[in-house]
């Protein structure tokens, strides 16, 4: 009895031995790729130079030089201002325009062509942001784009677009969308053909039309969906697509007032300024409250309905 | 669920039809302009179809660039070697953590999760990576940093485990004496081959489309990938659209691959993507919807 349970135990321990060095290599990476940036955000509070490493370099004096010095130019505010509030334009837009597409979809008959379409409305996912920026200077370019093209067909005047301000949010938000409804749309059909149909008949037999139906038994069903996918968006809400911002308007800099995100602003500072002073206070505050935002987000979603929490 | 609504159904497939042509029409301006002639393109502009039709564009791309082809050869290796490494550590990492008797289970969860919920941002990254590990102009570069494995995939991978694999068969498996990398190699992938093809896919599509990771570390030319090839150019276009008088200087354009050369390249690049992506569909928007929900 004894010595079978030392055998026990001791097969135990090989197996726990050989599950751990399966994991060698990923927990090394997670440690290199995740923890050590982590530890190397106090760099934010340093004054860097390259010989003596972050942690080696001296603190700044006053330690939150590099903030103050982010915060007397306009630069802070226009990023951060842009950031959410595309962020939030791409989530409430991008919701509704997903949840209509899933709900005709599933009011679709057919299976070859809903297929089809499912298949083609993904397409402009499976791109990199870069083609995207080739594409779209297609449309914009002052001399051959497609738009300045029509303008000047219809009597109008050329639109230098890459140097013009005010079309931006609104050219964001249509490449947003476009390539995202898609990939949105699909994970809210999933939900949308899960809902038992015999709540449909049900409210059929009660005499409820479509809209009616689609009121009080399809969103009431997506519910938990919504919620999921609006709590991981605002989760990122400090995160922007880097390529979106700054590959599709040709790194103009004239426009970076409605162009640059906290992530462009990081990568400009901290590559063709120079500048890793700023770019580091900026990544700090993007990484420090994007934390908060998640786990405050979540604590909220846990209080009203614990099942939609993502932890 | 619905009456038989002739009326309705035909409305429907129309915004379909619209949607999925609101889909495709920028990808036929794109292979349109790269079959236009330069002269044509300066005069008419871009447009969804060949005004006249050239293969020009891509002669020079086949003939003359040895830039374009060396990109490619490394972005095809590098989106396999990646992906093969990648998963291959997804899947280590995911198998014992969907083992309940694993000792410390839930820390490593925890360390695996917390990823997801906080990260160092692109300066510590970049210092890092530069400074500590000398990657920049390594083929390195392209493979590892934030690439090689996600937390996401991990996660993903670790729930097909528990919900697919009983835990009887990996019991009376290792009863029998089976070590766990065998149980793992010999039982548990060949029963999560759909998972394993549909998280393959994802990640292969992010390596074949990674550019960032060009744009931080790489400088030299001879280590472009497609993606960088594309990132330059696009520099390259950039420059001219912000300098419309550049255009009126004959030398600076011949040096310059034209305007068409440079939609065929950005057409080259996706090409692959679109030709592979009615074989790969089925699997990929499973782990869309997989991963989407509960991610």
Same mark, same amino acid.
């Given at each position: 009895?004894?010595? /079978?349970?030392?055998?026990?135990?001791?097969?135990?321990?090989?197996?726990?031995?050989?599950?751990?060095?399966?994991?060698?290599?990923?927990?090394?990476? %997670?440690?290199?790729?995740?923890?050590?940036?982590?530890?190397?955000?106090?760099?934010?509070?340093?004054?860097?130079?390259?010989?003596?490493?972050?942690?080696?370099?001296?603190?700044?004096?006053?330690?939150?030089?590099?903030?103050?010095?982010?915060?007397?130019?306009?630069?802070?505010?226009?990023?951060?201002?842009?950031?959410?509030?595309?962020?939030?334009?791409?989530?409430?837009?991008?919701?509704?325009?997903?949840?209509?597409?899933?709900?005709?979809?599933?009011?679709?008959?057919?299976?070859? *062509?809903?297929?089809?379409?499912?298949?083609?409305?993904?397409?402009?996912?499976?791109?990199?942001?870069?083609?995207?920026?080739?594409?779209?200077?297609?449309?914009? =370019?002052?001399?051959?784009?497609?738009? *300045?093209?029509?303008?000047?067909?219809?009597?109008?005047?050329?639109?230098?677009?890459? =140097?013009?301000?005010?079309?931006?949010?609104?050219?964001?938000?249509?490449?947003?969308?476009?390539?995202?409804?898609?990939?949105?749309?699909?994970?809210?059909?999933?939900?949308?053909?899960?809902?038992?149909?015999?709540?449909?008949?049900?409210?059929?037999?009660?005499?409820?039309?479509?809209?009616?139906?689609?009121?009080?038994?399809? %969103?009431?069903?997506?519910?938990?969906?919504?919620?999921?996918?609006?709590?991981? =968006?605002?989760?990122?809400?400090?995160? =922007?697509?880097?390529? %979106?911002?700054?590959?599709?308007?040709?790194?103009?800099?004239?426009?970076?007032?409605?162009?640059?995100?906290?992530?462009?602003?990081?990568? /400009?500072?901290?590559?063709?300024?120079?500048?890793?002073? /700023?770019?580091?206070?900026?990544?700090?505050?993007?990484?420090?409250?994007?934390?908060? %935002?998640?786990?405050?987000?979540?604590?909220?979603? /846990?209080?009203?309905?614990?099942?939609?929490?993502?932890? | 669920?619905?009456?038989?609504?002739?009326?309705?159904?035909?409305?429907?497939?129309?915004?379909?039809?619209?949607?999925?042509?609101?889909?495709?029409?920028?990808?036929?301006?794109?292979?349109?302009?790269?079959?236009?002639?330069?002269?044509?393109?300066?005069?008419?502009?871009?447009?969804?179809?060949?005004?006249?039709?050239?293969?020009?564009?891509?002669?020079?791309?086949?003939?003359?660039?040895?830039?374009?082809?060396?990109?490619?050869?490394?972005?095809?290796?590098?989106?396999?070697?990646?992906?093969?490494?990648?998963?291959?550590?997804?899947?280590?990492?995911?198998?014992?953590?969907?083992?309940?008797?694993?000792?410390?289970?839930?820390?490593?969860?925890?360390?695996?999760?917390?990823?997801?919920?906080?990260?160092?941002?692109?300066?510590?990254?970049?210092?890092?990576?530069?400074?500590?590990?000398?990657?920049?102009?390594?083929?390195?570069?392209?493979?590892?940093?934030?690439?090689?494995?996600?937390?996401?995939?991990?996660?993903?991978?670790?729930?097909?485990?528990?919900?697919?694999?009983?835990?009887?068969?990996?019991?009376?498996?290792?009863?029998?004496?089976?070590?766990?990398?065998?149980?793992?190699?010999?039982?548990?992938?060949?029963?999560?081959?759909?998972?394993?093809?549909?998280?393959?896919?994802?990640?292969?599509?992010?390596?074949?489309?990674?550019?960032?990771?060009?744009?931080?570390?790489?400088?030299?030319?001879?280590?472009?990938?497609?993606?960088?090839?594309?990132?330059?150019?696009?520099?390259?276009?950039?420059?001219?659209?912000?300098?419309?008088?550049?255009?009126?200087?004959?030398?600076?354009?011949?040096?310059?691959?034209?305007?068409?050369?440079?939609?065929?390249?950005?057409?080259?690049?996706?090409?692959?993507?679109?030709?592979?992506?009615?074989?790969?569909?089925?699997?990929?928007?499973?782990?869309?919807?997989?991963?989407?929900?509960?991610?």
């Amino acid at each position: 009895m004894q010595k /079978r349970k030392n055998k026990n135990k001791a097969a135990h321990r090989i197996m726990t031995l050989e599950l751990y060095l399966m994991m060698i290599p990923g927990l090394l990476y %997670l440690i290199i790729n995740n923890y050590i940036p982590m530890g190397g955000l106090v760099i934010a509070f340093k004054q860097f130079n390259y010989q003596q490493g972050i942690f080696g370099s001296a603190w700044k004096d006053p330690l939150i030089g590099n903030f103050t010095y982010l915060f007397k130019t306009q630069d802070a505010v226009n990023i951060i201002r842009n950031t959410l509030a595309y962020n939030i334009t791409f989530i409430v837009l991008g919701q509704i325009l997903a949840i209509t597409i899933a709900i005709m979809l599933n009011f679709m008959r057919g299976t070859k *062509n809903k297929k089809i379409y499912q298949t083609v409305i993904l397409i402009p996912y499976l791109i990199s942001m870069i083609v995207v920026a080739y594409i779209v200077f297609g449309f914009l =370019s002052t001399e051959t784009g497609l738009v *300045n093209k029509m303008i000047v067909a219809a009597g109008g005047k050329k639109i230098n677009f890459y =140097s013009t301000k005010t079309y931006w949010p609104l050219i964001f938000i249509v490449i947003h969308l476009w390539k995202g409804f898609g990939y949105s749309s699909i994970i809210y059909y999933a939900t949308v053909i899960g809902i038992d149909s015999a709540l449909y008949e049900a409210a059929a037999i009660d005499g409820a039309n479509v809209p009616q139906q689609i009121w009080h038994v399809t %969103l009431p069903g997506l519910k938990n969906t919504i919620i999921t996918l609006v709590l991981m =968006s605002l989760g990122g809400i400090m995160y =922007s697509d880097f390529g %979106l911002f700054y590959q599709v308007p040709m790194r103009s800099t004239i426009i970076s007032d409605v162009t640059d995100t906290i992530d462009v602003f990081v990568f /400009r500072a901290l590559t063709s300024m120079n500048d890793v002073g /700023r770019s580091s206070a900026a990544g700090f505050i993007q990484s420090i409250v994007g934390f908060l %935002l998640v786990v405050s987000v979540n604590l909220i979603v /846990r209080k009203i309905d614990k099942e939609s929490a993502l932890f | 669920m619905v009456k038989k609504n002739i009326v309705g159904q035909v409305i429907l497939n129309i915004i379909f039809i619209f949607l999925a042509v609101a889909a495709l029409a920028p990808f036929l301006l794109l292979v349109s302009s790269s079959l236009t002639s330069e002269a044509t393109l300066a005069k008419y502009g871009y447009n969804f179809y060949p005004r006249d039709f050239t293969l020009a564009a891509y002669e020079y791309i086949f003939k003359s660039s040895k830039l374009i082809f060396r990109a490619y050869a490394i972005t095809i290796i590098v989106t396999a070697v990646g992906t093969t490494i990648s998963v291959l550590t997804t899947v280590l990492f995911a198998y014992p953590l969907s083992r309940k008797e694993l000792p410390g289970r839930m820390v490593v969860s925890f360390i695996l999760f917390f990823t997801m919920l906080f990260n160092g941002g692109l300066v510590p990254s970049y210092i890092m990576w530069t400074q500590m590990f000398h990657i920049k102009n390594t083929y390195f570069a392209l493979l590892i940093p934030s690439l090689l494995m996600s937390a996401f995939y991990v996660i993903m991978m670790r729930s097909y485990f528990t919900a697919n694999i009983p835990n009887e068969i990996i019991e009376a498996a290792r009863v029998d004496g089976a070590r766990e990398f065998m149980v793992l190699f010999r039982i548990v992938l060949p029963l999560s081959k759909p998972m394993i093809a549909t998280i393959a896919l994802m990640i292969g599509l992010r390596y074949w489309n990674d550019w960032t990771n060009s744009l931080y570390y790489i400088t030299d030319a001879d280590k472009f990938s497609v993606q960088a090839v594309l990132n330059t150019m696009l520099n390259n276009i950039n420059f001219l659209a912000q300098n419309p008088d550049v255009i009126a200087d004959s030398s600076m354009m011949k040096e310059l691959p034209s305007t068409a050369v440079r939609m065929g390249v950005a057409v080259v690049g996706v090409l692959p993507i679109l030709a592979a992506y009615p074989f790969f569909q089925k699997h990929f928007v499973k782990g869309i919807v997989v991963g989407g929900i509960k991610g």
